[in-house]
C-alpha cells in the first residue's frame, strides 16, 4: 500500500492491499490478449476472457455502490454485466481495452471509498443475493476473493490460448 494512505476502519487494510495487487494483476493478465482470442471458448461452456473481464469491472462498481458511490456511475457495458448476468452465447463482447478504461476509472473511486469506510457502513447488512444477507465487510470480503479467482481463470485461458505466462511483476 502507499506510503502514508490510512484506512478509516483497520478491517480494510487488507482488501486495499489485495485491491491494489489485483489492479496490476488484471492489467497483467490481459497484457497482450487480442480481442479475438478474448472471446475464444476452445469449445467449452467455460466464461471467456472478454466475460471474466467485463464481469470484474461490473463487480468494482458495484463494490463502489455498495460502499456509497453515485449509483449512476456505471461502466460501459453496464447492460451486458447488470443483475449478475452469465455469459451470453452468440453475443460480441466489448474489446478487453474498453473494459480497462472502465477499470481505470472505477478503481481509484472504489479504493478511496474502500480507505474511507467506517464501521457504520461496514457492518450495514444488505441484500447479497436474493434471499441472502451480507455486511458491506462479507460483500468486500467475497468480491475480493472473486477477483483473485477471475483473475486465475483469465491467467489459464492465457495459457490455454497459447500466450506467455501471466507476469507478476
Known amino acids: 500500500m502507499e506510503k502514508g494512505t490510512m484506512v478509516t ?14 489492479t496490476g494483476f488484471f492489467r497483467s493478465a490481459l497484457e497482450g490478449i487480442s480481442d479475438g482470442d478474448a472471446q475464444r471458448r476452445l ?14 469491472v461490473q463487480q468494482r462498481y458495484e463494490m463502489a455502490h455498495a460502499l456509497g458511490l453515485d449509483a449512476g456511475l456505471q461502466q460501459a457495458a453496464h447492460e451486458l454485466f447488470k443483475d449478475n448476468k452469465g455469459i451470453q452465447d452468440g453475443l460480441a463482447y466489448p474489446s478487453l ?4 478504461q472502465d477499470w481505470d476509472v472505477i478503481t481509484p473511486k472504489l479504493r ?3 480507505l474511507k469506510a467506517d464501521a457504520g457502513q461496514l457492518d450495514h447488512s444488505v441484500e447479497f443475493m436474493p434471499g441472502h444477507k451480507a455486511t458491506i465487510l462479507e460483500l468486500t470480503s467475497f468480491s475480493i476473493y472473486r477477483e483473485a479467482n477471475c483473475i486465475g481463470q483469465i491467467a489459464l485461458w492465457r495459457r490455454l490460448l497459447g500466450y506467455d505466462a501471466m507476469k507478476y511483476m
Not at 45 to 52: D, G, Q
Not at 97 to 100: C, D, E, G, H, T
Open 97 to 100: 481495452s474498453s473494459f480497462l
Open 112 to 114: 478511496e471509498a474502500m
Open 9 to 22: 476502519d483497520s478491517r480494510m487494510y487488507s482488501y486495499v492491499v489485495l485491491l491494489d495487487m489485483h
Open 43 to 56: 469449445d467449452t461452456k467455460a466464461n471467456h476472457i472478454a466475460w471474466l473481464a467485463g464481469s470484474l
